[in-house]
């Protein structure tokens, strides 16, 4: 609250100072409209190597940068709390930064402290609802229900653009082609059991289930459910996965969360099992561990999303995104112009299940043929046998 009355008190005086000098004000609103785009990411507290968000978030702002001459840095906070992740977009704007993308639903408090405070920088925070808003806006005495509310109250909208995906969607796809390419038991790895991954796990669940449904299977297949309780792997959830691919006869796992693929990948190649990576196309990391391990890769559209808004900023058309909190997911019966999605050229397609019968599920998925879940917060209900064991750790 202090900083935003400084930023308030700091605003009327320079309206003050500048009210007898309108020669000045106009060159200072000259020069402004002139300044020379810079952008800056701030991670969620990882690493740009996590091979998940931090990391596709960083190297799709990097790879926009070079191509458009646009000066490019980045930001690590000193902690994972939100007073670090204020300090470095505090750092940012100190530098010169006049773009900032926000990297995760954890900077919430960011967008309502830093909007207020830096109106001429222009925010794009990913993956950021209206509720994740509401939710630090609001504290003690909401109802997580953001319909319930005007989220403008708690964040500055006039600089600011938000987006979330439709991470069931994607997770719906995985689950189906994977029942459709013959695995029978699957299993689904958490990070940390957040919104999104619960979303990516459930629409996972929801898909083997339609796909059994439709295989008249329902009896044969069943779904294994997991989080590790954080968001990379070690010796104990590798430990687990062993299990899950030994003894229980796991054939497929979906592992959903930073670096904790790792510990699939090493327990999936000494049995011969499969993984199934997330975020982005992860077969070429995930088969470092044994070539043709990855059987597909639940994605979701970062790169188009920060390529689209800071083209716009460039063109001068933020007016497009600004203000707006959007929930992106398909659009279009088209696999490639939807912001969910499967890998078309690295998925493994077989006679069963083929790249012609997945561009048939998306346009039957965006007519609406079916219903997918995305409640973060309650397990689906299926007629396959699907466990959710909870957290590792």
């Avoid at 204020?86 to 900032?100: E, K, P, Y």
Wanted: aromatic share 12%; proline share 2%.
């Amino acid at each position: 609250m202090k900083r935003k009355i400084m930023a308030v008190l700091l605003a009327a005086a320079m309206t003050g100072s500048l009210a007898g000098c309108g020669s000045t004000q106009n060159k200072n609103a000259a020069d402004a409209s002139e300044e020379k785009m810079k952008v800056a990411m701030v991670t969620d507290s990882g690493d740009i190597t996590d091979q998940s968000f931090n990391q596709m978030t960083y190297e799709a702002c990097k790879a926009w940068g070079k191509e458009n001459d646009i000066e490019f840095n980045y930001y690590k906070p000193q902690s994972d709390s939100d007073e670090a992740r204020t300090a470095s977009v505090d750092q940012a704007v100190a530098d010169g930064a006049n773009v900032i993308v926000l990297s995760g639903y954890v900077f919430a408090p960011t967008v309502i402290d830093e909007s207020d405070l830096y109106p001429e920088v222009k925010f794009l925070a990913l993956d950021v609802s209206a509720g994740d808003i509401c939710e630090k806006g609001i504290g003690e005495g909401y109802d997580y229900n953001p319909d319930h509310y005007n989220v403008t109250d708690y964040y500055n909208e006039d600089n600011v653009y938000c987006c979330t995906y439709q991470e069931e969607l994607s997770g719906f796809m995985a689950g189906y082609a994977a029942v459709m390419l013959g695995y029978r038991h699957l299993g689904f790895l958490g990070g940390m059991s957040v919104p999104a991954v619960n979303r990516y796990g459930y629409g996972y669940v929801q898909g083997a289930d339609a796909a059994a449904k439709e295989l008249g299977i329902t009896d044969e297949v069943q779904v294994e459910y997991v989080c590790g309780g954080q968001f990379y792997g070690d010796a104990d959830i590798t430990a687990y996965m062993d299990t899950w691919y030994g003894s229980k006869g796991v054939e497929v796992v979906f592992a959903c969360g930073g670096g904790i693929y790792t510990s699939a990948a090493e327990a999936a190649v000494k049995t011969g099992g499969k993984v199934i990576g997330v975020d982005s196309d992860q077969s070429a990391t995930i088969d470092d561990y044994k070539e043709g391990l990855t059987v597909t890769s639940a994605m979701k559209g970062l790169q188009v999303t920060i390529d689209n808004v800071l083209d716009a900023i460039l063109d001068n058309e933020w007016d497009k995104y600004v203000g707006k909190i959007e929930n992106l997911g398909m659009e279009s019966p088209d696999p490639a112009e939807n912001y969910v999605q499967l890998p078309e050229e690295t998925t493994q397609w077989d006679g069963t299940f083929t790249k012609e019968d997945y561009q048939k599920l998306v346009q039957r998925m965006y007519n609406g043929e079916y219903e997918v879940f995305s409640d973060s917060t309650t397990f689906p209900e299926t007629e396959i046998t699907a466990t959710d064991y909870g957290s590792i750790k």
